[in-house]
């Protein structure tokens, strides 16, 4: 058995959860590969070391000297070495220093202020605390994990390459969320990427578990901060949760699932602060029903609808994709595009749509000649997902009764064919009430 493990910031933010984490690597001799990510937020209102050192970047761009926050940024390390160096097992970073390091880092800040290096720093250095704590080799991402022309991760040459740097090392470090552009530069992942880079370092090392630790116990059917004290999920699949995650349930990067799909790895999400619960599996498919029919629920607010009415559109071959060639010459995607006989309505995000709306009507009106275009705004859309769904007579129907008894306006319905999903628009300010009734009527009435 092999376990590729990730960290995230908030379990390695200050000593006590970095001890945590080691406890954890230490206590199970399959999690022999290691993913951390920068030190994240030890309370309320405290700053992530990302975004510290993005800080510093900006000040070195515009020629301004950043020792100070590059100090505040050593200070944060400093406490962490300090604190495991006293705690039990501390012995292994005995005459461990970052000094050349920051000093390292300075310079090149000074020299050619590069914004992608400057945020990766937090990873490398936060990565060579955890592999001398642990006595693991360090590998370094900018040699093995490599962007394409595209900018986009080559997958390939990333199994290549991480593949062969880890076949003879039986323990390593990888800092998470960058790799190594075309030109030799540092690239980073979007924000929360270190979740790509555990996915990466699994596949590469072939793991038999993906373990993601982060403050959460897994995911949960719906979002806290609306639901109160919402079910977790024991087990969902990998569609099941690209369509959560699409749709704001933050856990994990949406993108950290692609590595392991197509090689059928599960990723366990799990609590650094509660290591007995068992959290959330992410599986290709599973025997196991589901708790519930519905397996989460999700959703955004910040969308709107452009419906386009043309007497007879129904029998007219091509008038859909003109409609949508007028999103696609302005840069614009499409979320969704419910159709009725003589309407077709397509879903986008506001913020995208909203500085090119008269160029998109415009457009519509050259290319597909409708009879008529409504705008509206406004929009969140829910998502509620489940594998369970599936052949389940009346749940669409005590969707829409839950609803209706909460008095939320349902504007617009999408399921797909694959019932896995329906997905719901409703005014923005029905969202919370829409979101725990239908929470309410598939939980709490079954409990
Ligand atoms: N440290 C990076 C961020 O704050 C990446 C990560 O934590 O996954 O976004």
């Not at 093995?144 to 997958?155: E, R, S, Y």
């Not at 409708?370 to 005590?398: F, H, N, Q, Y």
Request: net charge negative; aromatic share 8%; charged share 25%.
């Amino acid at each position: 058995m092999v376990k590729a493990v990730k960290f995230g910031g908030s379990s390695l933010a200050d000593a006590e959860h970095f001890k945590k984490a080691i406890d954890i690597v230490l206590a199970d001799p399959s999690r022999a590969y290691v993913v951390d990510s920068a030190p994240g937020k030890r309370f309320k209102g405290d700053t992530k070391v990302t975004d510290m050192l993005y800080a510093c970047y900006d000040k070195a761009a515009k020629g301004l000297p950043a020792d100070k926050d590059l100090a505040a940024i050593r200070e944060r390390y400093d406490a962490i070495v300090e604190g495991l160096s006293k705690m039990p097992g501390g012995e292994k970073l005995k005459g461990f220093s970052l000094e050349k390091e920051f000093d390292t880092i300075a310079e090149n800040l000074k020299k050619d202020p590069q914004r992608d290096y400057a945020a990766s720093r937090g990873e490398y250095l936060n990565g060579l605390v955890m592999a001398a704590a642990l006595g693991f080799d360090f590998i370094d991402p900018q040699e093995t994990i490599i962007f394409g022309k595209d900018g986009l991760l080559d997958q390939r040459a990333t199994d290549e390459a991480l593949g062969e740097r880890l076949k003879n090392v039986k323990h390593a470090v990888i800092p998470g969320f960058y790799g190594r552009a075309q030109d030799g530069s540092v690239k980073t992942f979007s924000r929360g990427g270190s979740d790509i880079t555990g996915s990466i370092a699994a596949r590469a090392v072939k793991a038999d578990v993906y373990e993601n630790w982060t403050d959460v116990s897994g995911f949960m059917l719906a979002d806290p901060k609306i639901v109160k004290d919402p079910e977790k999920i024991a087990t969902l699949t990998y569609r099941e949760l690209r369509e959560l995650s699409y749709m704001g349930a933050s856990v994990l990067h949406e993108d950290a699932i692609f590595p392991v799909r197509d090689v059928g790895i599960p990723i366990n999400i799990r609590n650094t602060n509660d290591p007995e619960d068992e959290g959330t599996w992410i599986v290709e498919s599973t025997c196991q029903k589901p708790q519930y029919v519905i397996t989460g629920i999700a959703g955004k607010k910040g969308f709107c609808t452009v419906l386009t009415n043309k007497t007879l559109m129904n029998g007219e071959i091509g008038y859909c994709r003109k409609v949508l060639q007028a999103f696609e010459e302005n840069g614009i995607s499409i979320e969704h595009m419910p159709s009725g006989i003589d309407t077709t309505t397509v879903v986008v995000h506001e913020s995208e749509f909203m500085d090119k709306e008269q160029r998109v009507v415009s457009a519509i009106h050259r290319l597909a000649k409708p009879d008529s275009i409504e705008i509206e705004s406004d929009l969140a859309l829910i998502a509620v997902v489940g594998r369970g769904m599936k052949s389940m007579r009346g749940t669409a129907g005590r969707i829409f009764s839950a609803l209706a008894h909460a008095n939320v306006n349902v504007r617009m319905i999408d399921q797909g064919s694959s019932e896995l999903n329906i997905i719901i628009g409703v005014t923005n300010s029905d969202f919370e009430a829409a979101v725990k009734a239908i929470y309410d009527i598939f939980v709490l009435t079954q409990l």
